[in-house]
């Protein structure tokens, strides 16, 4: 199956100049290609991460551009905690691995084992002046995401995207699941997606393939974004920084032009139809028409 072609920023199909503050919690350059990847590559984004690995640290500022900066600190809520480094570095946590469960998931016990513990300091997101003025968290540190949450609530209160791994059943002893980090983000936000959800083959039975999945939900991405039914609590600019994200980021087209038309309601700017007339083009779903055109789905 061919490749779809990515599609053109927002900035380059609005003639718009958008910046957008991104931080980065958990920024250790493993697998996973970072959400906000098009927009740093495009140059429309600033990023503010933090990494306490040494060695995971050491390849970000190797590899770092000029609008990334990274910070060797493990966030949280400012307190002095035990950092767990387990055999595999993706599992490392302030939180102790669950092996009641892990024991049962191909690998994941020989991955999650503990070789290390260190003290260490954590801060406070809101504390951090470099992250004042955050458009978009992205976050995975496996665990610990509910503490940032609480201890960034002026972050978060002008935040518009957030991008967190979820657990549906613990890996780590008192680890807070989905349901946890909901309940704390709806109070703004709402879920906008899972991207991806992921399995995994629950023992006895060894398929022989560890990532394979079959039945039990274990993890996701999850995507929350600020309440789009209450769009009279966000700036002219934070309208148009929002679009951004979620055109160059997640192609979520629908919220974009909603977003854009709230803009140009109220600036008298053309940007929706503008928008809809690239979509069209597009053939994204061709027999959907915008109410900015005038005319009813056929």
């Known amino acids: 199956m061919a490749k779809v072609a990515a599609p053109p920023s927002l900035n380059a199909l609005l003639d718009l100049s958008c910046r957008v503050k991104v931080v980065d919690v958990g920024a250790n350059p493993l697998e996973d290609v970072p959400p906000y990847l098009p927009m740093l590559r495009n140059g429309h984004a600033t990023v503010i991460g933090f990494e306490p690995n040494p060695e995971a640290l050491q390849r970000l500022n190797a590899a770092k551009g000029a609008a990334e900066l990274y910070f060797p600190y493990a966030v949280g809520d400012g307190s002095r905690r035990t950092i767990n480094f387990c055999a595999a570095q993706s599992m490392t946590s302030l939180l102790k691995p669950n092996m009641e469960l ?17 003290e260490i300091e954590t801060v406070r997101l809101d504390d ?27 972050r978060l209160r002008n935040g518009l995207v957030v991008h967190t791994e979820v657990l549906f059943v613990a890996m780590y002893h008192d680890q807070p699941t989905y349901t946890d980090l909901d309940l704390c983000l709806r109070l703004g936000y709402v879920l ?8 995994r083959t629950v023992g006895p039975l060894d ?34 920084r929002f679009a951004v994200i979620l055109h160059d980021c997640y192609r ?32 994204i779903r061709p027999q959907a028409r915008s109410r900015l055109t005038g005319n009813s789905p056929s």
């Not at 892990?102 to 260190?118: G, I, K, N, Q, Y």
């Not at 906008?192 to 399995?199: A, D, G, Q, T, V």
């Not at 979520?252 to 928008?275: F, I, K, M, N, T």
């Open 252 to 283: 979520s087209y629908d919220l974009v032009l909603l977003l854009l038309a709230e803009h140009d309601r109220r600036c008298g700017s053309r940007h929706g139809a503008r928008y809809i007339s690239w979509s069209d083009a597009r053939a």
């Open 128 to 154: 951090v002046p470099e992250t004042d003025g955050m458009d978009m968290l992205k976050i995975d540190i496996q665990g610990g995401e509910l503490m940032v949450f609480e201890n960034a609530v002026d």
């Open 207 to 240: 398929v022989g393939r560890p990532y394979e999945g079959m039945g039990q939900l274990i993890w996701a991405d999850a995507i929350f974004v600020r309440d789009f039914m209450k769009l009279d609590r966000l700036t002219d600019g934070q309208l148009l």
């Open 102 to 118: 892990l024991s049962l998931l191909p690998r994941f016990a020989e991955w999650s084992r503990v070789v290390a513990t260190a």
């Open 192 to 199: 906008h997606r899972f991207e991806p959800l992921i399995s």
